[in-house]
């Protein structure tokens, strides 16, 4: 008959509480118990009373060939009671880490989780060098942009000093044939504007005698037109004054009539 010691809860619920029993190993969890060991209490503040264990009754049982779960054997190694079960775990653990390492896999949870951690500390060492790396080569590149400004600003500043002197130097000589272009060019402003004045003058000169002489046509014309109508006038005046009035021939006959009636 086998027999195993393992633990059988009989807490409520959130409240759990283990009995550690030595039962048939074809007996179901809850089914007929062969001692009652001990008990487990995890809720237990105080760590001494959480195991309480009648190590005595479990070595006997160890001895005759009673084969404890994972948990009562860790809870057994907790309270120092060694056992060949749990050191041939122990082989087994030991030879299946070593295949596992020796194929490059991870073999616990814990070291699962260190991996973990030491590859995001890596990454994240490596994101913050290539962010300093990407820094510095901005900077540089800003630096040899500003050198390269710089260069192109002095460059430019001598070339616009050489012309600046080369301007400086050309100018006596522009001015002195500025002025000789003037002394020529004065003269014959002077002789063309003559020159055009002269023509000027002339065309209204004529232009006045022009004016003036047939403004004495039109006076001759005028007078001419005159001299008949005056003329006439005058013979026309001659003429009424030689006819004699009726009004006097009236006169004349009425005074002749009255001395014939004297």
């Known amino acids: 008959m086998a027999v195993k010691i393992r633990m059988t809860r009989i807490g409520r619920r959130h409240r759990p509480f283990f009995r550690i029993n030595a039962v048939e190993s074809r007996e179901p969890r809850d089914g007929k118990i062969l001692e009652k060991l001990g008990h487990y209490d995890p809720i237990e503040k105080d760590k001494e009373k959480q195991i309480v264990l009648n190590t005595e009754r479990v070595k006997h049982w160890l001895d005759k060939g009673a084969i404890p779960s994972d948990t009562v054997s860790e809870i057994l190694l907790r309270l120092g009671i060694k056992h060949k079960y749990a050191e041939e775990k122990a082989a087994r653990r030991a030879k299946a880490r070593a295949a596992a390492r020796a194929k490059g896999r991870l073999f616990t949870k814990t070291e699962k989780i260190a991996a973990e951690k030491t590859a995001a500390a890596a990454k994240e060492t490596e994101e913050k060098e290539k962010a300093k790396a990407e820094q510095a080569k901005t900077k540089a590149k800003e630096k040899a942009e500003a050198e390269e400004k710089t260069k192109a600003e002095e460059k430019t500043e001598a070339k616009a000093e050489v012309i600046e002197t080369k301007t400086e130097m050309k100018a006596p000589e522009a001015v002195e044939k500025k002025v000789e272009v003037e002394a020529v060019a004065e003269p014959k402003a002077k002789a063309k504007k ?21 403004k004495g046509k039109d006076e001759a014309k005028a007078k001419a037109k005159a001299k008949p109508k005056a003329k006439e006038k005058a013979e026309a005046k001659e003429e009424t004054e030689a006819q004699p009035q009726p009004q006097a021939k009236e006169q004349q006959a009425a005074s002749g009539d009255e001395d014939k009636k004297q």
Not at 194 to 214: N, Y
């Open 194 to 214: 003559k020159a055009e004045t002269k023509p000027k003058a002339k065309e209204k000169a004529e232009a006045k005698e022009a004016k003036v002489e047939a």
